[in-house]
């Protein structure tokens, strides 16, 4: 049985037990990081920790653990080679439910598990995503991973509904991101496109080592919103994303990209980048 992480205590999954008046559960005042985990190494902790503060900041949640030593914990007690950690921190626990929480500090949830699952041998990697676009009507502040993920639930399942993979958010006929993904094109001038961070998009992790990767083979990189007519008619497609790595697209709202394969500046993309995670975990 998986071993949980839960306020301080490695417990069975069948032990661990938050409250009902945990504001996490209450108002989805919490925030999460999901980390990949590749040869038994933590993926990009640093950056997943720098982002997990600042999330934790905008909300004025009071934690600061020693993340990577909790999450190497789980890796090593649920020998994981590799799969995902998935942490997460509410704010924590109220008397009575309320909107505004006490003045007072509240000690914070804090719990984390392991998931496993095949990051590198995608069988999605070899044929490509199927992608729909549906209306962005999340709250404005994307940029905070927060919790709130019911919308992003809900394409999901619109897109299974309709035979798709994934969902891609659009604002005003502009691709804004996926459900849980970057979003990126590449036009056929071979130029990269991903919409520029701010509040309407996350900032993704797996996207600062792409941009890296992307740079290194040369190609130039626009950090702007592009349009759905854009996307329709971009020479290759794909998403970034600690769960998907770099993963092709190859239809849009039922538009073959390219030649309805996944391409080839992708695949260069998706190969450079899972040799330079399986170099650092091997470092």
Known sequence: MRLIYLNGNYVTENDAKVSVFDRGLLFSDAVYEVISVIGGCLIDMERHEQRL??????????????????CLGLVSRNALD???VYLQISRGAVPERDYRWPSADIKSTVFAFTQERALIDNPMAERGMR????????????????????????????????GADDAWMTRDAMVTEGTSQNAHIITKDGVLISHQLDHRVLPGVTRIELFERAGAQGLS????????????????AFVSSSTLLIMPVVSIDGHMIGDGKPGGITEQLRRSYISEVQRTAAS
């Not at 503060?53 to 909790?70: F, H, Q």
């Not at 209306?135 to 399942?157: E, F, V």
């Not at 950090?223 to 007519?229: G, H, K, L, P």
């Open 53 to 70: 503060m600042r999330s934790l900041g905008e909300l004025s949640i009071n934690a600061d653990e020693g993340w990577s030593a909790i």
């Open 82 to 84: 590799e799969g995902l």
């Open 131 to 162: 992608i729909v676009t549906r209306p962005d009507m999340r709250w404005g502040r994307c940029d905070i991973k927060t919790t709130q993920l019911l919308y992003a639930s809900l394409m999901k399942m619109e897109a299974r509904d309709a």
């Open 221 to 236: 990189i626009q950090e702007r919103a592009f349009s759905v007519a854009e996307a329709y008619d971009a020479a290759e």
